[in-house]
């Protein structure tokens, strides 16, 4: 029983991980990356 409780905790640990480590390889768009520095105005181009 305890083999089959930590299977299900595996798998649905690394299920969440895909899910998780795909929308977070999305491919924003220069203008969504850029974001103001400082009170001057100078932006930053995220990576």
Known sequence: ????ILLI???LFFA???AVG????L??????R???SNEAGDTVVMS
């Not at 795909?22 to 390889?25: E, F, N, P």
């Not at 491919?27 to 969504?32: F, P, Q, T």
Request: hydrophobic letters at 45%.
């Open 9 to 11: 905790t595996a798998t």
């Open 27 to 32: 491919d924003l768009s220069k203008e969504l």
């Open 22 to 25: 795909s929308s977070a390889a």
């Open 34 to 36: 850029t974001v103001p």
């Open 16 to 18: 969440f991980q895909i």
């Open 1 to 4: 029983m305890k083999r089959f």
